[in-house]
């Protein structure tokens, strides 16, 4: 009996409010950030006060190595700010440098864009809902999601020679054509993805605690989402029905039938992590459609653009934009006329998700911090660049 | 809305605070006074059929020939779906500008981060402070006359040619090894009597072949 009272007292302490007040460094080394990032986390036993994210551990200045390399050159450091999906890194720049030129690539280079690009979607998602399983306290789903994602990188390395920065992607156009046989082992993959997506569902998706855990965790309001600017999946989670895809259209993607999905509350409140969650699990299954028709329409002719060795736009400014799996990347150049940019500006979807989360943290349990970081897939080196 | 009527609005509503939009190639832009940004800005917001509720970027652009910083805001409106680019110039020698802030959240960590690279200082911010780089650093990168400080702490920013330095951890180590072998053969020479010469050797047969 004494041992309980002793308890009790001991869980009472841990969650009601006491005047014990501690700081304690969340990172920059912990497995539960995602990279380099430091939470400077103010609790009362496991109550946060608040939690203030401390980043810049990862900033390798590329926005100013952007003015100092000629623009074909800078393509492979492109690769560096997202090394989770850097297809959508290098797709966002050429996009921005073919609008300052007034290129277009050809169709066939868009389509093999958007089915590189959505394979890497597949695959970001992958390790995103995976190492979200693992953080939450579930460590076999990211066993899977590995697996499910060597596969995807042995394509991509086939595709292009690498696994992680593929430097693949090329102004007014793509390095390679696709390889001879490759669309079957593509398409072989996806049909087992499509089945594997059930079987991803009835492992983790409803497993009732890690539903427990997410659902009503770190809600996001629709107005908040907007406010705040996030972009991607943590808007979408939010049930706006946003999608750079579909909404400011790029690439073959107009071309493409394919759903956005969208947050719904189904557990819990709209824009909480479940949803933020499922709506990744949902992109995967209409990535797997994109590709399949991207595969099935693919046009035949050149993958490469006429485009000068020495590259001097006119002076003037553009954006490109892409949905990355990390939502909307922006590049914004500046050209003076010169064979360099003037200025190079990349907006990432996690420096803007990492703005959210000192508004979040206020009164939440440490725990949910976690689940929270891991809802919104922040990834250190796209927030610091 | 077309870009030219949300730039005909912004001209019925703040006259000469507000430029023509450009004529460049590439996306064209709305360049406005500094000191009227946040009226634009929350005008932009508030107005029903403008509605530019969501800031997708702030960022900035040094123009030391023409002695200005200028800020550029990509605002959309998710409503509506239009979106606009809006300029503010300030001073380079003491750049100072409203924050928008009370607009947009997401004004907070994109103006800290030109506060941060451009040394822009964002009047009214709540939390203005370095993002990126440590409390302690020197300068703004990404101004243009920016001069690298040659290290941080005792952490140099300037590094040799790395194949200088391995050709010269490559000749190092060859020369180790050949020092190591010569002495080796010394030392074995001067331990070990001299062998007797070699023993002839028999004629290997194999048993099993039949001739």
């Given at each position: 009996m004494a041992i309980d009272m002793q308890l009790d007292r001991h869980i009472l302490r841990r969650t009601e409010s006491s005047d014990?007040?501690?700081?304690v460094n969340f990172g920059p080394q912990h497995p539960s950030t995602h990279g380099v990032i430091n939470f400077v986390t103010q609790t009362n036993g496991e109550v946060i006060r608040r939690s203030v994210p401390d980043i810049g551990y990862l900033h390798r200045g590329l926005e100013k190595i952007g003015e100092q390399v000629p623009y074909p050159g800078y393509m492979p450091f492109t690769d560096r700010i997202d090394y989770l999906a850097?297809?959508?890194?290098?797709?966002?720049?050429?996009v921005a440098i073919e609008r300052l030129l007034g290129v277009e690539a050809p169709p066939r280079a868009k389509y093999i864009r958007a089915i590189a690009g959505e394979l890497c979607r597949i695959s970001n998602h992958f390790i995103s809902v995976g190492t979200m399983a693992q953080d939450i306290g579930a460590a076999t789903p990211l066993t899977h999601a590995l697996r499910e994602r060597e596969s995807i990188n042995d394509l991509l390395e086939e595709l292009c020679g690498a696994r992680l920065t593929f430097n693949y992607h090329r102004i007014g156009g793509v390095a390679f054509d696709l390889p001879e046989g490759w669309a079957v082992k593509v398409l072989r993959f996806l049909d087992h993805l499509d089945s594997y997506i059930q079987e991803w569902d009835r492992l983790i998706t409803f497993n009732k605690i890690f539903v427990k855990r997410l659902a009503n965790v770190g809600i996001i309001t629709r107005e908040k989402a907007i406010d705040y600017g996030l972009a991607g999946p943590n808007l979408r989670g939010s049930g706006v029905n946003w999608d750079i895809r579909r909404d400011m259209p790029y690439g073959a993607y107009p071309d493409f039938d394919f759903d956005i999905p969208v947050g719904t509350g189904r557990f819990g409140t709209v824009g909480d992590c479940?949803?933020?969650?499922?709506?990744r699990v949902r992109e995967m299954v209409e990535s797997s459609k994109i590709v399949r028709q991207a595969l099935a329409k693919l046009p035949e002719g050149d993958i490469q653009a006429k485009v000068a060795r020495k590259l001097k736009p006119d002076a003037g400014e553009a954006v490109g934009r892409v949905e990355s799996a990390r939502g909307e990347m922006l590049y914004y150049v500046v050209s003076d006329g010169s064979e360099k940019a003037y200025r190079l500006r990349v907006r990432t979807g996690s420096f803007m998700a990492m703005g959210i989360i000192e508004e979040l943290s206020h009164g939440i349990m440490v725990a949910d911090l976690i689940a929270i970081i891991a809802s919104l897939d922040v990834v250190a080196p796209e927030v610091d660049r | 809305m077309t870009q030219e009527e949300v730039c005909t609005q912004l001209k019925t509503q703040f006259g000469d605070a507000a430029s023509a939009l450009s004529e460049t190639k590439g996306d064209r832009f709305v360049v406005v006074k500094d000191e009227k940004i946040v009226d634009v800005c929350r005008f932009l917001k508030t107005t029903t059929g403008l509605e530019f509720d969501y800031c997708q970027d702030i960022t900035a652009v040094d123009w030391p020939a023409r002695?200005?910083?200028?800020?550029v805001y990509h605002v959309y409106s998710l409503v509506h779906r239009h979106g606009l680019v809006l300029k503010a110039e300030t001073d380079r020698e003491k750049p100072s500008i409203a924050t928008v802030e009370s607009v947009w959240k997401a004004a907070t960590w994109l103006e800290r981060e030109i506060y941060d690279l451009f040394g822009v200082n964002f009047e009214g911010h709540s939390d203005l402070r370095r993002i990126l780089l440590p409390d302690d650093w020197v300068g703004h990168p990404l101004r243009?006359?920016?001069?690298?400080?040659?290290?941080y702490h005792g952490i140099g920013n300037e590094r040799q040619d790395p194949?200088?330095?391995?050709?010269?951890?490559t000749d190092e180590r060859r020369k180790a090894v050949a020092a190591a072998v010569a002495a080796a053969a010394v030392a074995a020479a001067a331990a070990a009597p001299p062998e007797p010469a070699t023993v002839p050797v028999a004629p290997a047969t194999d048993p099993e072949r039949k001739s």
């Open positions: 014990e007040e501690i700081v850097a297809m959508f890194a290098n797709e966002g720049y050429a479940w949803d933020r969650y499922f709506v | 002695k200005v910083i200028e800020v243009k006359d920016y001069q690298e400080a040659g290290g194949l200088v330095q391995l050709s010269k951890v």
